[in-house]
């Protein structure tokens, strides 16, 4: 901290905020060695990968004493965090969109008194290094706990328990369902309903010491409602009325506001030849939607054959054969910057297959309107590299037709609109064999394959054509016409 007078004062201002905001405070001196047991935390700093500027203290809750740690003490808690992909697909579905984040999330919830012991550090009062180290206690739940995630989302989910009364049912099923952690995506069908829901939502919130802010929305209508000092930074300084509204990140995916579409950064930081620097390259292309799968799948194979040579560690550099492949998709990387996906599924005015290097699966979304027009996206995509021992093509098309099934279900949960019906489409033959077959005994890794996907696409559709049959046998018996239905109490 004295070499570097910028850290120095990036940490103080740190800490300094934490006391002054009521997150931490002094141990008074007549408790200084009373407590016990009592645990002292170590902290450092980490600064933001995007924000050089950007400093955040961390307590290390997994340090060990005499063999123990903080975390290891904790109860991790039931994970109630929103499925990322769950989250992300809800905010296409609807014109409309709004992000915001909860201001210091888990500062806002509080520890109980009697277990500030354990939440002990030091610290220089005021910054002044030459003084005397003096004991704090945290008094909120901290990063670093491995308690604290599952703890701040309950008390979210408290929060909208508490709405549903005075807000709606809306707003709480928001509440419980647009956030992953601290970060709000939420998209809706009107202006009308956005505007609604930016006060409701954060009237609730605020009501139970949660603050929202840093509001970002492709409807400019909905950002003049918005305080100045609550829009994202970037857009403080905006001219709504003349600025085009700045590009921002939607849980890691970056979102052209003015456009309304999702783009992808062709630039990656160079790495090694080695084994290890191409699993950090594949992996910095942040895709959790799958729009680039196929990009990818060609760097996976290269992967999996390094894989396969014993011989070759994590930094070894790769033979020479993998050279040229390799350089060519780093050539090719450029084009991602061209990609374009729209965020929303529905426009303004409104398969699976495999080969011996990989296969996969792409889930479209297909809607139509009450004027009779159609509209087909891209809702997401999933792909798999072949495995190492060696497989037939007929048994990977069989698993793909699971991941397209897979897929499907994932996409099921998570969706908040009615779907009326699913279609899995496939170009090969032998699945259609599988699912078909009836005398044949097939091997245990197809049996199962077989299994799943005679459930999902024959059995379910003859359960509906069940339904359909016993419907007009029980109008036939009821004597109705065909555009009359049963009363309820008949239908019970």
Same mark, same amino acid.
């Given at each position: 901290?004295?070499?570097?007078?910028?850290?120095?004062?990036?940490?103080?201002?740190?800490?300094?905020?934490? %006391?002054?905001? *009521?997150?931490?405070?002094?141990?008074?001196? $007549?408790?200084?060695?009373?407590?016990?047991?009592?645990?002292?935390?170590?902290?450092?700093?980490?600064?933001?990968?995007?924000?050089?500027?950007?400093?955040?203290?961390?307590?290390?809750?997994?340090?060990?004493?005499?063999?123990?740690?903080?975390?290891?003490?904790?109860?991790?808690?039931?994970?109630?965090?929103?499925?990322?992909? *769950?989250?992300?697909?809800? #905010?296409?579905?609807?014109?409309?969109?709004?992000?915001? !984040?909860?201001?210091?999330?888990?500062?806002? %919830?509080?520890?109980?008194?009697?277990?500030?012991?354990?939440?002990? #550090?030091?610290?220089?009062?005021?910054?002044?290094?030459?003084?005397?180290?003096?004991?704090? @206690?945290? &008094?909120?739940?901290?990063?670093?706990? %491995?308690?604290?995630?599952?703890?701040?989302?309950?008390?979210?989910?408290?929060?909208? $328990?508490?709405?549903?009364?005075?807000?709606?049912?809306?707003?709480?099923?928001?509440?419980?369902?647009?956030?992953?952690?601290?970060?709000?995506?939420?998209?809706?069908?009107?202006?009308?309903?956005?505007?609604?829901?930016?006060?409701?939502?954060?009237?609730?919130?605020?009501?139970?010491?949660?603050?929202?802010?840093?509001?970002?929305?492709?409807?400019?209508?909905?950002?003049?409602?918005?305080?100045?000092?609550?829009?994202?930074?970037?857009?403080?300084? =905006?001219?709504?009325?003349? $600025?085009?509204?700045?590009?921002?990140?939607?849980?890691?995916?970056?979102?052209?506001?003015?456009?309304?579409? #999702?783009?992808?950064?062709?630039?990656?930081?160079?790495?090694?030849?080695?084994?290890?620097?191409?699993?950090?390259?594949? =992996?910095?292309?942040?895709?959790?939607? *799958?729009?680039?799968?196929? #990009?990818?799948?060609?760097?996976?194979?290269?992967? @999996?054959?390094? &894989?396969?040579?014993?011989?070759?560690?994590?930094? /070894?550099?790769?033979?020479?054969?993998?050279?040229?492949?390799?350089?060519?998709?780093?050539?090719?990387?450029?084009?991602? *910057?061209?990609?374009?996906?729209?965020?929303?599924?529905?426009?303004?005015?409104?398969?699976?297959?495999?080969?011996?290097? +990989?296969? +996969?699966?792409?889930?479209?979304?297909?809607?139509? /309107?009450?004027?009779?027009?159609?509209?087909?996206?891209?809702?997401?995509?999933?792909?798999?590299?072949?495995?190492?021992?060696?497989?037939?093509?007929?048994?990977?098309?069989?698993?793909?037709?699971?991941?397209?099934?897979?897929?499907?279900?994932?996409?099921?949960?998570?969706?908040?609109?009615?779907?009326?019906?699913?279609?899995?489409?496939?170009?090969?033959?032998?699945?259609?064999?599988?699912?078909?077959? !009836?005398?044949?005994?097939?091997?245990?890794? &197809?049996?199962?394959?077989?299994?799943?996907?005679?459930?999902?696409?024959?059995?379910?559709?003859?359960?509906?054509? %069940?339904?359909?049959?016993?419907?007009?046998?029980?109008?036939?018996?009821?004597?109705?016409? $065909?555009?009359?239905?049963?009363?309820?109490?008949?239908?019970?």
């Amino acid at each position: 901290m004295k070499l570097n007078p910028k850290y120095n004062e990036d940490y103080v201002e740190f800490v300094e905020k934490l %006391v002054s905001e *009521g997150y931490a405070y002094k141990v008074p001196e $007549d408790q200084s060695y009373d407590e016990q047991p009592a645990w002292y935390l170590p902290h450092h700093s980490v600064y933001h990968p995007k924000n050089p500027n950007k400093i955040r203290v961390v307590f290390d809750c997994s340090a060990k004493y005499q063999g123990s740690s903080l975390n290891d003490n904790l109860m991790q808690g039931p994970d109630m965090t929103n499925s990322l992909v *769950g989250v992300l697909i809800r #905010f296409r579905l609807k014109r409309v969109a709004l992000m915001g !984040d909860i201001e210091s999330m888990f500062y806002q %919830v509080q520890v109980p008194k009697v277990q500030h012991k354990y939440l002990r #550090f030091l610290w220089w009062p005021g910054g002044e290094l030459e003084s005397e180290l003096t004991e704090y @206690r945290m &008094c909120i739940h901290i990063f670093g706990a %491995v308690s604290s995630p599952s703890i701040a989302n309950y008390a979210l989910r408290a929060a909208a $328990d508490h709405a549903k009364d005075k807000y709606g049912p809306d707003v709480e099923y928001t509440i419980k369902t647009n956030f992953y952690v601290d970060d709000y995506l939420k998209s809706v069908p009107s202006e009308e309903q956005a505007l609604r829901l930016v006060k409701d939502v954060t009237a609730a919130l605020k009501g139970r010491g949660f603050r929202l802010t840093k509001f970002v929305s492709n409807c400019k209508l909905v950002l003049k409602s918005i305080l100045q000092e609550d829009r994202s930074k970037d857009l403080q300084t =905006c001219d709504l009325d003349y $600025d085009e509204l700045h590009a921002e990140r939607a849980l890691g995916l970056q979102w052209n506001i003015e456009n309304d579409y #999702f783009t992808f950064s062709a630039s990656l930081d160079p790495k090694p030849l080695t084994r290890e620097g191409i699993l950090s390259t594949v =992996c910095s292309l942040y895709n959790p939607l *799958g729009f680039v799968v196929p #990009f990818l799948l060609p760097t996976k194979r290269i992967l @999996r054959e390094v &894989c396969q040579d014993s011989s070759l560690g994590w930094d /070894d550099v790769i033979p020479k054969k993998y050279y040229k492949p390799w350089r060519r998709w780093l050539d090719d990387l450029p084009i991602l *910057g061209n990609l374009k996906i729209p965020r929303c599924v529905k426009p303004k005015e409104f398969g699976t297959d495999a080969s011996n290097e +990989g296969y +996969g699966a792409a889930a479209y979304i297909r809607l139509s /309107d009450s004027r009779g027009r159609i509209s087909t996206a891209l809702l997401m995509g999933n792909s798999r590299v072949c495995p190492v021992k060696a497989t037939t093509i007929p048994r990977l098309e069989l698993t793909a037709a699971v991941v397209s099934i897979n897929l499907a279900q994932h996409i099921l949960e998570e969706l908040t609109i009615e779907v009326d019906q699913k279609f899995y489409h496939t170009n090969s033959t032998t699945v259609l064999h599988y699912i078909f077959s !009836d005398g044949k005994r097939f091997p245990y890794i &197809c049996a199962n394959r077989v299994k799943l996907v005679i459930w999902e696409v024959v059995w379910e559709r003859q359960i509906r054509t %069940v339904r359909k049959v016993l419907t007009l046998l029980f109008k036939e018996h009821a004597g109705l016409l $065909d555009d009359e239905l049963p009363h309820s109490s008949h239908r019970s």
